[in-house]
RNA sequence: GACCCCAUCGUCUAGAGGCCUAGGACGUCACCCUUUCAAGGUGAAAACACGGGUUCGAGUCCCGUUGGGGUCGCCA
């Protein structure tokens, strides 16, 4: 039997964490078996599901690069068939119509809890006469659940579960209006979608138990179940919106690169050995069941972060250089031309070397593209003394020698001359600081020489000058 | 409250009874390399929640305690 698993989120406007990562062990799963990875948006409460909210979803798969496979269900376009089956549970006898009221049932759990008992519907309908219905309620359709017994299921991750029926009510299958509830709708639709493995958030593994029993009365086989742990905040506590229950597209804005994204969340949860860099390749082909832990992971940034760093020295140069200009237009409102975009190219093996983040990244591009003269920082303003200028003003004759504008051959004029100042003239670093301050406006940057060659000679006998002309104002 | 799940360094984790003097990674701190910053290299501090069992032997199995989480809707 070929696998088929599903991602079934319901559209809240983005794509959470959460969410992205069981996608993810969906899609890794998936593909990892040569099945298929379907897609089912879960928009039964209509009026929260607008389509911005469920291109939202899309987009933020899209980004992960988690494409999925046939035409995503619409479960809201489903619910004739959902009420079908819920009249075939009440013809077989595993449903039943419930005339209570709301207040009905709030006056019920109300009761319950301060008597100190399971706050649970008691059935007061299950075997009573429609006959007695009271006049104008309409009635909802209740799954006549087992009251004895237990109900178990074998879980993928977290192993044999089982609990008491006792302990599970007779749960509305169809509302008053006739529309299906979650519980009904999921198990139809994974039953007609084929769908062989259900891995979802550990928070639905005490729902399996009420779709087990609903499989069990239609005579359907259950999918295999996997329930994954949830993802906690940096404190321990539930995911909220104030760390990280963000939309992945939150972190993409945030400057960080999808294939780290993805590697972070594998690893958050599931291990394969001491394995930390995986790429998509590999993950597909590493990826089971039998590797996702049992407990609950907390979201850590400084690892997401390190891991896009790893990412970001091993991206294609001219990708970098897009996203970075995307960037650099909000920071910048100079036109960025053909010799400008040259320079990010031939910068980006020694700028991607130092970033962690896009905006890093971005930001430490920044004196590439600012025309003269550029605004230097304080630290590379303190840098610009009285005695760094003095040298400054020799080394922009040393470099205006040089016939070859190339790295490697003005480090070395810029070695020899510091040679021949002999022991009480500047060292490489008394001069290569300055240097670093003048032309990029900032005390750190990739290799001093290969900025320069970067910059060309004009460019960079300009700025020097204009740090020497700044001078002469003074 | 009831039911269910979980429990190894600060964090993510390796560990399927002897290979554990508990390993790796991120983070932290030193040092090396070095034109700055990174990267890289070397090293350090850092954990089996607690208590009982079972066993010749327990991080690994069982029970309890504690702690954390989840679920208890005509939400999904």
């Known amino acids: 039997m070929s696998v088929v698993t599903r991602f079934a989120p319901s559209p809240t406007g983005f794509l959470h964490i959460g969410g992205a990562r069981t996608a993810l ?20 409460d209509r009026a929260r599901s607008t389509q911005a909210a469920v291109d939202a979803i899309f987009d933020g798969l899209t980004w992960l690069g988690l494409d999925w496979d046939d035409e995503p269900v619409s479960q809201s376009a489903r619910a004739e068939r959902h009420a079908a089956v819920a009249r075939d ?15 009905e049932l709030a006056a019920m759990r109300e009761v319950a809890r301060a008597a100190g008992r399971p706050v649970r519907y ?84 005490t729902n399996a138990f009420r779709q087990m029993q609903l499989y069990h009365a239609l005579h359907w086989t259950p999918p295999e179940f996997a329930h994954i742990p949830l993802i906690h905040g940096p404190d321990g506590a539930k995911l909220s919106k104030r760390h990280g229950a963000l939309g992945v597209d939150a972190y993409r804005d945030q400057a960080f690169l999808p294939e780290a994204m993805v590697n972070y969340l594998l690893r958050l949860g599931w291990s394969h050995g001491d394995d930390e860099i995986i790429d998509r390749a590999q993950a597909i082909a590493w990826f089971d069941l039998d590797g996702v832990g049992r407990s609950p992971a907390r979201f850590d940034l400084a690892r997401l972060t390190s891991l896009n760093a790893h990412y970001i020295r091993q991206a294609d140069d001219r990708r970098l250089v897009q996203l970075v200009l995307e960037r650099l237009k909000e920071l910048s409102s100079d036109e960025f031309s053909g010799e400008v975009r040259e320079r990010l190219l031939r910068a980006m093996p020694g700028l991607k070397q130092r970033a962690r983040t896009l905006v890093e990244l971005a930001d430490s591009a920044l004196f590439l593209v600012r025309s003269r003269p550029i605004t230097t920082d304080r630290d590379s303003d303190r840098v610009l003394d009285a005695a760094a200028r003095g040298h400054l003003a020799v080394l922009r004759a040393v470099l205006a020698d040089v016939p070859e504008w ?7 004029a810029v070695r020899e001359h510091v040679a021949a100042t002999g022991p009480g003239g500047p060292k490489l670093r008394d001069v290569a600081q300055p240097l670093r301050a003048a032309l ?3 005390t750190v940057s990739p290799p001093i020489f290969d900025v ?21 104002a003074d």
């Open 25 to 44: 062990f969906n899609w890794l799963f998936a593909r990892h078996h040569g099945g298929r990875f379907r897609l089912r948006i879960e928009d039964t």
């Open 89 to 103: 549970l009440l013809e077989t006898g595993h449903a039943y119509l419930c005339f209570a009221s709301a207040e």
């Open 122 to 205: 008691d059935g007061r309908w299950r075997d009573r006469d429609p006959a007695e219905a009271p006049p104008g309620v309409k009635p909802v359709i209740r799954f006549k659940a087992p009251t004895e017994g237990e109900t178990s299921i074998e879980d993928q991750v977290q192993g044999g579960v089982t609990v008491a029926n006792a302990q599970l009510d007779d749960m509305v299958l169809l509302r008053a209006d006739g529309t299906p509830t979650y519980m009904l709708a999921v198990v139809v639709d994974d039953h007609d979608m084929a769908v062989t493995h259900v891995i979802r958030g550990d928070d639905h593994l």
């Open 406 to 412: 190339e790295a490697a051959a003005l480090e070395q």
């Open 440 to 442: 990029t406006g900032r």
């Open 452 to 472: 320069m060659a970067v910059l060309g000679r004009s460019e960079t006998l300009g700025r020097l000058t204009d740090v020497l002309d700044g001078d002469r």
